[in-house]
């Protein structure tokens, strides 16, 4: 339990004598970043150094490519995409930024104040099916 009191994590409900749900935030990173690849057009998420390093040695990295910002009841989301060659940036960010602001507040009930994406590469190897 000492683990989990050392994470940053915010409060989203409390009921009186049954307790309160806290929510880590790597959680909401992790959902973010799972929402944001299941939209068409993205290759993947892209991360900085260290990302790259801790995935070459086999440690999967959820969070990866995500840098939110929680307070109190609102979060702030910084995205960093790779997109497949083909698709049209614009609509597929767009897509993206529904999709996670969707997650996010259905999963946690968090306001998302903004979903800001920089898209850091594009795939060539994979063309649009």
Do not use: C, W
Request: proline share 1%; charged share 25%.
């Amino acid at each position: 339990m000492a683990e989990l009191e050392e994470r940053n994590t915010h409060k989203v409900y409390e009921k009186d004598k049954i307790g309160e749900v806290q929510i880590a935030d790597e959680v909401v990173a992790i959902i973010a970043g799972l929402a944001a690849t299941e939209v068409e057009g993205v290759d993947s998420m892209a991360g900085n150094i260290t990302n790259e390093l801790v995935g070459k040695l086999g440690m999967k990295n959820l969070s990866k490519g995500v840098k939110i910002d929680v307070t109190e009841e609102h979060v702030s989301v910084d995205l960093s995409l790779n997109i497949k060659y083909g698709y049209n940036i614009p609509d597929v960010s767009e897509k993206v930024q529904d999709k996670v602001k969707n997650a996010i507040q259905n999963m946690t009930g968090l306001t998302v104040l903004d979903v800001n994406i920089r898209i850091a590469g594009v795939n060539f190897t994979e063309g649009k099916n």
